[in-house]
């Protein structure tokens, strides 16, 4: 019998790293094409719409990548910790947690670079692919601890 051993806990950081990737993709781009302003960074993007707005898009579009990583951080890092304080199967935290990532980098990459409505329905599946696992993890931690 081989012991699986239990790696899920490192997504914790990794996800904070997605989320802040796209934020440091605005500042690097912004910084690269007209100087980024940290005096008035919220005003960074503004400036960079009025020389380039296609640009500017992508990367509001990235900005908002970043937010909703950290707005679902809580979520997925909640389910993380539930899952291993009720020590539920090792194998079932190690999966969750490569899935959670890899829909992350998917989410990342399709919000960074679509410019359709239809593909924004594909980002918009791929959230709810890693937010409602994320909530069945909470409950079966919770069905555990109930148990006890």
């Known amino acids: 019998m081989s012991v699986i051993h239990n790696y899920s806990l490192y997504a914790i950081p990794v996800f904070s790293l997605l989320a ?3 934020h440091a993709y605005v500042v690097a781009t912004i910084t690269g094409k007209i100087g980024f302003d ?3 960074p919220r005003g960074n993007l503004q400036r960079l719409k009025d020389k380039d707005s296609r640009l500017s898009a992508r ?3 990235a900005h ?3 937010d909703n990583g950290y707005e679902n951080f809580p979520i997925i890092a909640s389910a993380l910790i539930l ?3 009720a020590r539920l199967d090792n ?3 190690n999966n969750f947690a490569a899935t ?4 992350r980098v998917a989410y990342v990459a399709i ?8 593909v924004g329905w594909i980002r918009t599946a791929i959230y709810f692919a890693q937010y409602f696992p994320a909530l069945w993890l909470m409950t079966k931690a919770a069905q555990k601890f109930a148990l006890e």
């Open 91 to 93: 194998s079932l935290l």
């Open 64 to 66: 908002a990548a970043s």
């Open 83 to 85: 899952g291993n304080a």
């Open 59 to 61: 990367l509001q579009r």
């Open 100 to 103: 959670i990532i890899g829909l």
């Open 38 to 40: 940290n005096a008035a």
């Open 20 to 22: 802040l990737a796209p």
């Open 111 to 118: 919000y960074i670079n679509h410019e359709t409505s239809a």
